[in-house]
């Protein structure tokens, strides 16, 4: 459930319509509904409410935007990040360092003494190896890291490779058959207080099995340390709920995985962690289009948008579908390729797709873009780095501004042998 709807023909995002929005900030530029954002944040917390013990943490990589991390840490959310950029984030924006979670399979010397001068709350670590850095950082400092061990349960999460992270010969986490004894070698190490174990199988997953899967092997796992004699108080369950990109699309609500959850560690007795991304974030977000011009084809003519690959990755990525619907849409349909302007046959949101009737000058949006989108945009081709929005009732403001292509160019310099 989103806020963008038509009104009188014209397409909002809450009660502002969305042309005047690209006539002030100009397109392409995403626009994110607080609405939405605050509605999923709320879906979610309340569905985990069945649980005695929680703890959210907002996936920052799937949308890191200063604003979007300020309204879900007023929702009692912290955050999951992976560089100490996303921590300085997740600060910037109120969430309590003790709210915050860094994960990370490449975590630099640097960012785990970040980490541990900010007072993250968990570490999760990867590697034995990274587990005895951090302790022997944290002991030389006189500090105590609280780490959960991530591990690598070895289930196929069904979902696109590119995003698929808990089969064996992903990078992520240690060997489900080596946790235990790298668990047990780390408790034993001053510095660092090993909590917990921590999961996460893949993103965009249209079903609860592979995480029912992975969680009944982590409960295993917890059971078998516990009876070495080591303590486990608190089990990360990672993100990687899905949601609908097309109209007709079902995925688990987030009351089903709260029930599956509930079942399958119901004698735990942990606090749970949770990181969702793209469940909180993904329908709160569209990207603002207008076409350049409408070219004729072989199969089906060619509607040239000014958003590109470099604005959304996602269907260059992963080959993803975004709906593409009119701002104001004139009631007619025809069949037409979307592309980008840029250099790479990669740079095509669609082929063959049946779409409102599209003329040169016309908005159009991307629908379900507010997670993994403007995160992953660049300057590729010297294109400006895509402007974001957030709709609040009939407010609206900038809360990432365009970084034109000339401020790029004079962080460049030519060496004086050139000159
Ligand atoms: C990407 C990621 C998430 C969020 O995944 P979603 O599919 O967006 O919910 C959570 N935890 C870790 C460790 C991740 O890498």
Redesign the pocket.
């Known amino acids: 459930m989103d806020h963008f709807s038509y009104r009188n023909g014209v397409l909002h995002a809450e009660d502002v319509a969305i042309p005047a929005i690209a006539e002030a900030v100009a397109t392409p530029c995403y626009i994110y509904s607080a609405a939405t954002l605050t509605r999923h944040a709320r879906v979610f917390r309340d569905a985990l409410a069945v649980l005695p013990s929680t703890h959210i943490a907002f996936?920052v990589?799937?949308n890191p935007n200063l604003a979007v991390l300020k309204l879900l840490a007023g929702e009692g959310y912290g955050a999951?990040v992976?560089s100490a950029g996303e921590m300085d984030r997740a600060l910037a924006a109120g969430i309590p360092a003790a709210g915050i979670v860094f994960?990370?399979v490449g975590k630099t010397a640097g960012e785990l003494l970040r980490g541990l001068q900010a007072g993250i709350g968990q570490f999760?670590i990867e590697s034995e190896e990274e587990g005895v850095e951090l302790a022997a950082m944290a002991a030389g400092l006189g500090l105590t890291a609280r780490a959960a061990l991530?591990v690598n349960p070895d289930v196929d999460a069904g979902t696109h490779a590119k995003?698929s992270?808990g089969k064996a010969e992903n990078k992520?986490g240690v060997a489900y058959d080596r946790a235990a004894g790298i668990y047990a070698r780390l408790s034993a190490l001053p510095g660092i207080e090993m909590r917990g174990l921590?999961v996460?199988i893949?993103?965009?997953?249209s079903s609860l099995d592979p995480l029912e899967a992975a969680f009944a092997k982590m409960g295993d796992l917890m059971r078998a340390i516990r009876a070495q004699g080591q303590v486990i108080t608190h089990m990360d369950l990672?993100?990687?709920?899905?949601v609908p990109y097309k109209a007709d699309e079902v995925f688990p609500s987030p009351a089903e995985y709260a029930a599956m959850v509930a079942r399958v560690t119901q004698d735990w007795g942990v606090t749970l962690m949770f990181?969702?991304?793209?469940?909180i974030a993904g329908n709160s977000g569209v990207l603002v289009t207008q076409v350049v011009r409408v070219k004729e084809g072989v199969a089906a003519p060619f509607v040239i948008v000014d958003a590109a690959m470099n604005d959304l990755a996602r269907p260059a990525l992963y080959g993803a579908w975004h709906d593409f619907w009119a701002v104001t849409p004139g009631g007619d349909k025809m069949v037409a390729n979307i592309v980008g302007p840029i250099c790479e046959s990669s740079d095509t949101f669609a082929m063959g797709r049946e779409i409102d009737v599209m003329q040169a000058g016309d908005l159009a949006v991307f629908r379900t873009a507010g997670?993994?989108g403007a995160t992953m945009a660049n300057t590729y081709n010297s294109r400006a780095l895509v402007p974001e929005v957030m709709v609040h009732g009939d407010q609206w403001a900038i809360v990432a501004h365009r970084i034109d292509p000339a401020t790029i160019l004079a962080a460049e310099q030519v060496p004086d042998w050139l000159k």
Do not use: C, M, W
């Open positions: 996936a990589k799937s999951d992976v994960s990370g999760n991530r995003i992270t992520f921590a996460h893949g993103s965009q997953l990672g993100g990687g709920i899905g990181e969702p991304g793209r469940v997670a993994y």
